[in-house]
């Protein structure tokens, strides 16, 4: 098994462990605290209702909380296309107001972060990845929606 693949599996067990004793205890916060989903290549199972979320651009998908989330991966003659569509969960009415940035992990290791602009036309954030690299790509994707840090984790092969 791929180390890369191995560590990740490991985080998710932990993660969710984790995220089982957090909400077992009571918090005196009064602040949110960050939501954070892993996306399988085609979709998840959402932690509300537990049917499947259904891709509505194609690409892998997240519910976590009230939010949809889904990453669009494209490839280009210098790069990657990446369109990542936030979503309220209920509606999917598109957040146009977050401030959207993804940490990309290239096939060598090395951390690419990218800001995502909103596109109004697509209704949608995106950015491109300037890298040609054949190999696996992890993505984790920070949305900050009115001080509310909402994650999620996408992956995808070039």
Known sequence: M???????????A????????????PTASKSPAPT???APPETSASPENGHAAKPQA?????????YYLELVTAPEANGTHID????TGNNHEA?????VTADVQLPDGSVQSLSLPYDAEGEHYAALLKSTAPGE??????SNI???TVKGRFSFTK
């Open 2 to 12: 791929n180390p890369v693949k191995h560590s990740l599996i490991l985080f998710s």
């Open 14 to 25: 932990f993660s969710l462990l984790a995220t089982g004793c957090e909400n077992s205890q």
């Open 36 to 38: 954070e989903a892993t």
């Open 58 to 66: 194609g690409g892998q998908v997240v519910e976590s909380g009230p």
């Open 84 to 87: 990542f569509f936030l979503q």
């Open 95 to 99: 957040i146009a107001d977050a401030e």
């Open 137 to 142: 790509y992890q993505v984790s994707i920070a």
């Open 146 to 148: 009115k001080g509310e």
